[in-house]
T-cell receptor, first 110, second 114 residues
């Protein structure tokens, strides 16, 4: 079993839809949770960074962490074609050695 | 551009040659991390370095791979006697000196082995 499981998709939704991306994990020692966005041939770009459980909102993006269920989510509201990318969840015990999910390929259709 | 700088962006080597990948962290960052991304797979941690010290190399293959972050200059990931299976995208990330700050990534070096 992988430490972090993420549905690779691909996921295709119409412009303006609410997108929900999810990861599950098995290591209860993880304390730091991140979402990165990666465009083709580019490096991962940090979107959200949270510590422990709870919600965090930044513009159209909301990250949720449920440590009791070992489940994290990223919601994108009012999705735009420019949001089309691969979304990577990542987590760590001490924010140094990140463990990544496989990534979900998302396409927003105009 | 104050971001993480990696070079070269693309590197082609023949089997048995050496590959050297360079990474300059963001300004003010003293921690460097290397990750490898194989086709259709997620990023895998390789090594975590601070200036002149290797902190965690638990993800490094036991042979042919080495990393350094000297007092002056960029961090170097070195792969000796490359094989076809080393073909991948290698990403460097950096973070500030205080602990538990998020990592910011460069755009990677795409290594192709002929």
């Amino acid at each position: 079993q992988k430490e972090v499981e993420q549905d690779p998709g691909p996921l295709s939704v119409p412009e303006g839809a609410i997108v929900s991306l999810n990861c599950t994990y098995s290591n209860s020692a993880f304390q730091y949770f991140m979402w990165y966005r990666q465009y083709s041939r580019k490096g991962p770009e940090l979107l959200m960074y949270t510590y422990s459980s709870g919600n965090k909102e930044d513009g159209r993006f909301t990250a949720q962490v449920d440590k009791s269920s070992k489940y994290i989510s990223l919601f994108i509201r009012d999705s735009q074609p420019s949001d089309s990318a691969t979304y990577l969840c990542a987590m760590a015990k001490g924010a140094q050695k990140l463990v990544f999910g496989q990534g979900t390929r998302l396409t927003i259709n105009p | 551009n104050a971001g993480v700088m990696q070079n070269p962006r693309h590197l082609v080597r023949r089997r048995g040659q050496e590959a050297r990948l360079r990474c300059s962290p963001m300004k003010g960052h003293s921690h460097v991390y290397w990750y490898r991304q194989l086709p259709e797979e997620g990023l895998k941690f390789m090594v975590y370095l601070q200036k002149e010290n290797i902190i965690d190399e638990s993800g490094m293959p036991k042979e042919r791979f080495s990393a350094e972050f000297p007092k002056e200059g960029p961090s170097i990931l070195r792969i000796q006697q490359v094989v076809r299976g080393d073909s991948a995208a290698y990403f460097c990330a950096s973070s500030p000196g205080d602990s538990n700050q998020p990592q910011h990534f460069g755009d990677g070096t795409r290594l192709s082995i002929l």
